[in-house]
């Protein structure tokens, strides 16, 4: 049964960049037809999608963040790590790695798998 485990730090500072990794075991990242995505969520805010790298190495980005975000993988380590430049306590969430048959993840479904999240705070 394929797990993810997100791992980084809870507290950046504004203007820095925000590195997560998304752990992935029981399943291979690189397994037909899964997309790996980050999602986040705000206080009192709903489900935000992020972005999602594919099983073939592809990269899918929001709109509107796709100025700071990069999805990145390693094969060799079955990770997929997510970077957010120059945060601010806006983006202050609990972020979260999901594995999906969808590139794009705005809400839980059954056949989805999702990391139990991490906590990230902005500020100085």
């Known amino acids: 049964q394929v797990q993810l485990r997100e791992s980084g730090p809870g507290l950046v500072k504004p203007s820095q960049t925000l590195s997560l990794t998304c752990q992935v075991s029981?399943?291979?990242?690189?397994?037909?037809?899964?997309?790996w995505s980050w999602i986040r969520q705000s206080p009192g805010k709903g489900l935000e999608w992020m972005g999602a790298i594919g099983y073939s190495g592809g990269t899918y980005y929001s709109p509107s963040l796709k100025s700071r975000t990069s999805i990145s993988r390693d094969t060799s380590k079955n990770h997929v790590t997510l970077q957010l430049t120059s945060v601010t306590p806006e983006d202050t969430a609990v972020y979260y790695c999901?594995?999906?048959?969808?590139?794009?993840?705005?809400?839980?479904?059954?056949?989805?798998?999702w990391g139990q999240g991490t906590q990230v705070t902005v500020s100085s």
């Open positions: 029981g399943g291979s990242i690189t397994t037909n037809y899964y997309y």
């Open positions: 999901v594995r999906s048959e969808q590139i794009r993840v705005e809400v839980r479904k059954d056949n989805d798998v």
